[in-house]
């Protein structure tokens, strides 16, 4: 079972590999749709959406362990 730090530092990692292929990804994909942001507009809306993916994915976590913890 992961302690609260571990679970912390595990998703703030998976979020920050996120964070930089989404830069990249929106670049590429918002224009396609028809949409052009800045770079510091896009850098904004990365920013709201890996916060928002840190906080589900640590709240994920600690559900799971809880539950493997109530399993056991």
């Not at 964070?19 to 904004?44: E, I, T």
């Amino acid at each position: 079972m992961q302690s609260r730090k571990h679970s912390l530092i595990e998703t703030l990692v998976g979020v920050a590999i996120g964070f930089a292929v989404s830069m990249g990804l929106s670049m590429v994909v918002y224009p396609l749709f028809g949409h052009s942001f800045s770079l510091a507009q896009n850098l904004w809306i990365t920013v709201i959406f890996t916060v928002a993916s840190v906080v589900r994915g640590y709240l994920v976590r600690r559900l799971f362990n809880s539950l493997v913890r109530r399993a056991a």
